[in-house]
């Protein structure tokens, strides 16, 4: 069984992840580095050399591929939107941090890596939002708030209730 990260971008998966898995003892693994290694390129430039599509089978085959060991896990924050992952993520600790929009976008910022968000960050987020919160909701056996907390106190909470 894996401890498994799910959120939207900029709630913290990767962050939290890594201090989680080192306070646990545990191996971490973020699902986006380990597509990156993959295809070897960073996730920007999946997106503009073989679009949406490609990225979203490889983070099927990777993200299925990793919840078959035991660890702790981030996950992208699309990747719920696939049926299959969504199967895959039964039996294992899911974990579901929450964000609100203004403080997502505060933390992502600027930053071009996330394909998705480009052009209007708050505007995208609003909507990947809208349409993927039910679903984090559906798929969490826990929810941990993070607005207005850092990455280390959430962590830290995580590790305590372990
Ligand atoms: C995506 C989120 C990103 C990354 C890709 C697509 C999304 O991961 O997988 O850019 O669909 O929201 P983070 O949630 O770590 O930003």
């Given at each position: 069984m894996s401890i498994v990260l799910i959120g939207a971008p900029g709630s913290g998966k990767s962050t939290v992840g890594k201090r989680l898995a080192r306070r646990l003892g545990l191996?971490?693994?973020d699902v986006d580095h380990r597509i990156e290694e993959v295809v070897g390129k960073p996730i920007a430039e999946i997106f503009a050399d073989h679009g949406e599509e490609?990225?979203?089978a490889v983070e099927e085959e990777a993200t299925i591929e990793?919840?078959?060991s035991c660890g702790v896990l981030s996950l992208g924050g699309g990747s719920v939107m696939n049926a299959a992952?969504?199967?895959a993520l039964a039996g294992h600790e899911v974990i579901w941090l929450k964000v609100s929009v203004g403080q997502a976008s505060r933390r992502v910022?600027?930053?071009t890596a996330r394909p998705l968000l480009l052009g209007n960050v708050r505007g995208r987020l609003i909507e990947l939002m809208?349409?993927?919160t039910p679903v984090y909701e559906?798929?969490?056996t826990e929810a941990v708030e993070t607005d207005g907390r850092g990455s280390a106190e959430v962590a830290d909470q995580l590790a305590a209730e372990r």
């Open positions: 191996t971490f693994v490609y990225f979203r990793l919840l078959g992952i969504r199967e910022g600027l930053n809208r349409e993927r559906s798929l969490a």
